[in-house]
């Protein structure tokens, strides 16, 4: 009998949940702000019915290498919990990766969070009229995912969401419209003060043309691979069609900013109509738009990319026609373009420019989903992408700019979809989410100056506003040297030099001139003291951003 107690006894205590521990920070998305050091813990839990002798070792990682230890050991009582404070105070500002070992109760566990540590840029519109956007898929989550996505984008600065309910999901049948996803969205887009653009796209199944529905019935018979995608990809019967962007537009002209007319048209994976056809479906949602809200902002389809792609073998050169042909069709011409800073500079300043150069009617350009993942690691990568790409869209005249995406969709290091956020799936910032909200509050509320020439290989942009300069430079190059190069700033008594996460360090200034290095990630330069463009030794070369 007493051996079959302790048998028993045996067994409860083996079935007791293992210990574990969490990162805490008081935020929807890691975000900890001076002043609230005391939100971030790590919490060891212990959820069973003895006490837990439990012993922890890890590390704390900055964006710049730098590591802090992290342990604890002693005894969690049961049902109880051991607060672990993460010393924040004497931490640098940016992101952080936390990783440890957690061993007790003849278990263990490896652990891995992050938080960021900044003052958020804070929620509302750029004054000055930028938009700083960011890209969504809000419409396949749950309400409380989909607030919390409206909270991690909102408290970094973003004012413009790309999102949206394709037209299938609004009108299922013909006549019978379900808003009450759509609406809930821009509810909660108005609550936390950033304004909507949405796409038009893509074609319901009611919608479909005969031809198509034909097509689309052999395919589904031969049980082929997204057969479907025959008649969402395809252009739509004009009747149904006008009679959805009239309805949508009726109802939303004056919650939704701007409309956006398919997405990337030019890839034959979203797009299996002909040139042709794009274009009369613009041209019809132009007027269907106008004439519900004469006002209303009318966007091109964001176009994938230019020069060769395997997307754009149905339809080669549908983007460069319907910007010859249809520029009165629209008021803002979308590009995306993904990828590396280089990559995106060779495609804005060549092929692009010279199709921009055929419109009858220029149009401003808006970089409406451009972004580069982090897969395999890459976070730093992802994050120095952003502080290039952004303000040299500025640069080059773009009215607007939005992040793809806001969260990883999945967990798959070797895809690149699961890794464009600025946030994982689960919502642990990752260094792209501190990046964006450090350039988002310096850049809010300035104006493009000019680029500064620094030599081959250098980059510098400089903006103003409210009485300050700020330049953003770096080397390209690797190898390039570091030489220290003074830069005039009249009425500049002296200033500070950023890095991405945040972190400044002071900038002395002599008689308005300041002594500068250029890395191979970007920094940040505050010029005060007037918004009257600097120089480099004595010498102004200004680039004209339009």
Known sequence: MRHLLFLLAAMACAADPAVTATLVTGNPAGLVAPGREADAALVIANPGGQPAEVALAGTITAFDGS??????????????????????????????????????????????????????????????GFRYGLCSHPARAKPPIQEREMQTASQIGIGTMRIGVDWNGLEPKPGEWKWERLDALLDLTEKYRMQVQTGLSFCAMHGATPATMAAYEQAAAEKRKNAWHIWSRNMPREDAWRTYVRAIAERYKDRIAIWEVWNEPDLEGFWKGSTDDYIRLLRMSHEELKRVKPDAVVMSGGFAGVGSHPGHRLNPGLQERVLAEASDAFDIHAYHG???????????????????????????LYFNETAMHSKFGTERLQAVSLVKKLPFARARGA???????????????????????????????????????????????TRYLGQLDFGPGRYAYVFAGGGRRLMVAWNEEPGLPDDPVAVVADGCPGGECVDIMGNAVPLPGRGGALVVRLRDEPQWFELPGGESMPRVAGALVAVDGN
Do not use: C
Not at 113 to 122: E, Q
Not at 418 to 439: C, M, R, T, W
């Open 67 to 128: 590591t802090l230890p992290l342990s604890y050991s002693g005894t969690v009582a049961a049902g109880g919990e051991a607060r672990i404070a993460i010393p924040l105070a004497t931490m640098r500002r940016g992101h952080h990766s936390l990783a440890w070992k957690l061993t007790g109760a003849g278990a263990s566990q490896d652990g891995t969070a992050s938080l960021v540590y900044a003052r958020p840029a804070g929620p509302g519109q750029d004054p000055a």
């Open 399 to 445: 009215v607007g700019f939005t992040w793809y995406d806001l969260r990883n969709d999945g967990t798959d290091p070797s895809d690149a979809e699961h890794n464009y956020g600025l946030v994982s799936i689960d919502f642990q910032p990752k260094a792209v989410y501190a990046a964006y909200n450090e350039l988002i509050a310096r850049m809010r509320g």
């Open 338 to 364: 993904h990828g590396t800073f280089m990559s995106f500079v060779q495609s804005v300043d060549g092929e692009l420019a010279r199709i921009r150069a055929r419109m009858p009617q220029p149009r401003p």
